[in-house]
C-alpha cells in the first residue's frame, strides 16, 4: 500500500511570492493534515480537513490556506512568502477526523530567499 | 512555557543499552499519547499510540502514560544503531481535526 505523497518535495521562492503544496493521502483515507515543522518552533499544527471541509485549525495568519478535493488528495497554498515560512511542511492522513493515527509523508522543504 | 516539554539532548548510549525518553506536558486535556521516530529527511513513523494512563508493549517499545504526573515515557530495549533518530512525543486532547501537540524531539545517538 502506498504512504502519503507529497510533491514537489524541494522549493526555493523569493519572498512575496506564492506557493502551492500537494499531498495524496493513503488510499482509503479521508482525513489530511499539515503540519510546518522548523528547527525554533519544532512541528505545528496547521489545519486539517475531511470530506473536503476543515475541521480543525491551528495558529498560523491567513495566508495559509488549503482544501481538500472530492478523492482526498490537498492543497495547501501560502501566498505573500516571508522568510519566516522557510520550513519542512509535512502531510499526514489517516482514517478519520477523530483520535485517529495520523501517518506522515516526507514534507516538501520549502525555501524561501 | 510550551505545553510540552521534551528534552531535546542528544542522548548517546552504546548498541545494546535500554534507552529512556521523556515528555512532560501542562495541559490536562490530553487524552491521547504518542511517540514519532523521525529520520534525516523523512516524515515522522508513529510507533506508540496510547489512549490515558497505563503502559503499552510492542516488541522492543514500551511507552507508558501518568496522567496524574503528566508525563510520558518510551523505553527502547536492546537498542540498535538502527534506532539513531529524532524521538518526538504528541499529544492531543480528543477533538476533531486531528490536532496533535508535539514536544521539540530528542535527538538518540546509538553506537556501535
Known amino acids: 500500500k502506498a504512504g502519503v505523497t507529497q510533491t514537489p518535495r524541494y522549493l526555493i521562492k523569493t519572498r512575496g511570492q506564492q506557493v502551492t503544496l500537494s499531498c495524496s493521502p493513503i488510499s482509503g483515507h479521508r482525513s489530511v493534515s499539515w503540519y510546518q515543522q522548523t528547527p525554533g518552533q519544532g512541528l505545528q499544527f496547521l489545519f486539517e480537513?475531511?470530506?473536503?471541509?476543515?475541521?480543525n485549525k491551528g495558529n498560523f495568519p491567513g495566508r495559509f490556506s488549503g482544501r481538500q478535493f472530492s478523492n482526498s488528495r490537498s492543497e495547501m497554498n501560502v501566498s505573500t512568502l516571508e522568510l519566516g515560512d522557510s520550513a519542512l511542511y509535512l502531510c499526514?492522513?489517516?482514517?478519520?477526523?477523530?483520535?485517529?493515527?495520523?501517518?506522515f509523508g516526507s514534507g516538501t522543504q520549502l525555501s524561501v530567499l | 512555557q510550551k505545553e510540552v516539554e521534551q528534552d531535546p539532548g542528544p542522548l548517546s548510549v552504546p548498541e545494546g543499552a535500554i534507552v529512556s525518553l521523556n515528555c512532560t506536558y501542562s495541559n490536562s486535556a490530553f487524552q491521547y499519547f504518542m511517540w514519532y521516530r523521525q529520520y534525516s529527511r523523512k516524515g515522522p513513523e508513529l510507533l506508540m499510540y496510547?489512549?490515558?494512563?497505563g503502559n503499552k508493549e510492542d516488541g522492543r517499545f514500551t511507552a507508558q502514560v501518568d496522567k496524574s504526573s503528566k508525563y510520558i515515557s518510551l523505553f527502547i530495549r536492546d537498542s540498535q544503531p538502527s534506532d539513531s533518530a529524532t524521538y518526538l512525543c504528541a499529544m492531543s486532547e480528543g477533538e476533531y481535526g486531528n490536532k496533535l501537540v508535539f514536544g521539540a524531539g530528542t535527538i538518540l545517538r546509538v553506537k556501535s
Open positions: 480537513y475531511f470530506s473536503e471541509t476543515q475541521r
Open positions: 496510547t489512549y490515558s494512563s
Open positions: 499526514a492522513s489517516s482514517l478519520a477526523s477523530y483520535n485517529e493515527k495520523l501517518f
